[in-house]
């Protein structure tokens, strides 16, 4: 079974814009990561915050984690066309098993 | 550093053979993962390692793994099904809160 579920399943926005999306997962973690996946090519980790983190920060992207409400977002500043991809998130419960979400598909037109 | 490599890239495979799709790290990772990825369902945990000799078990039957040592993770289709064609990725990380790194995966196809 997968732990986390992002939202939006699927966005498209213009160069330049903000994209933001979320992630819910079900038990207690002991980090949560973010990757993002290009079209037909690996996976590439971006960002993790620890469990007892709120918020961190990595060029142009900005990461939240409310452990209270088991969610977190991923927010991607003044977007370019080459952020074209997927995202997942991934959380590490205390065994060290790392498990994914379905991902968000981020499409960025010019 | 090679990374996380992973053979074959591709395979096809009739409904019954078996096969072992082959993964290796060379950073000294503790931490190995199988993954398989289907479209629109994000990656699902196959089987983790947390070290050498240890091997833990996500989905039921289907597939086997050994970790005799550090460097290698190799997982065995038994009985493969059709239900088993997908992308299989492998990963390691050095501690379970490390970022995770992958090999770029096995494209497989059952029969």
């Known amino acids: 079974s997968q732990q986390g579920e992002e939202d939006p399943q699927a966005l498209s926005i213009q160069e330049g814009e903000n994209a933001t999306m979320n992630c819910s997962y079900k038990?207690?973690?002991?980090?949560l990561q973010w990757y993002r996946q290009n079209s037909g090519r690996g996976l590439v980790h971006l960002i993790l915050?620890?469990?007892?983190?709120r918020e961190k920060h990595s060029g142009r992207l900005r990461v939240t984690l409310d452990t209270s409400k088991k969610s977190s977002s991923l927010l991607i500043t003044a977007s370019r066309a080459a952020d074209t991809a997927s995202y997942f998130c991934?959380?590490?419960?205390?065994?060290?098993?790392?498990?994914f979400g379905a991902g968000t598909q981020v499409v960025v037109t010019p | 550093n090679a990374g996380v490599t992973q053979t074959p890239k591709f395979h096809i495979l009739k409904t019954g053979q078996s096969m072992t799709l082959q993964c290796a790290q060379d950073?000294?990772?503790?931490?190995m993962s199988w993954y398989r990825q289907d479209p629109g369902m994000g990656l699902r945990l196959i089987y983790y390692?947390?070290?050498?000799?240890?091997t833990d078990k996500e989905v039921p039957n289907g597939y086997n793994v050994s970790r005799l040592n550090t460097e290698d993770f190799p997982l065995r289709l038994v009985s493969a099904a059709p239900s088993q064609t997908s992308v299989y990725l492998c990963?390691?990380?050095?501690?379970?809160?490390?970022?995770?790194?992958f090999g770029p995966g096995t494209r497989l196809t059952v029969l």
């Open positions: 950073m000294n990772h503790g931490y």
């Open positions: 991934a959380t590490t419960d205390s065994w060290g098993k790392l498990q």
């Open positions: 038990t207690s973690i002991n980090n």
């Open positions: 915050i620890r469990s007892n983190e």
């Open positions: 390692s947390a070290a050498a000799g240890t």
């Open positions: 990963a390691s990380r050095y501690r379970s809160y490390n970022e995770q790194f």
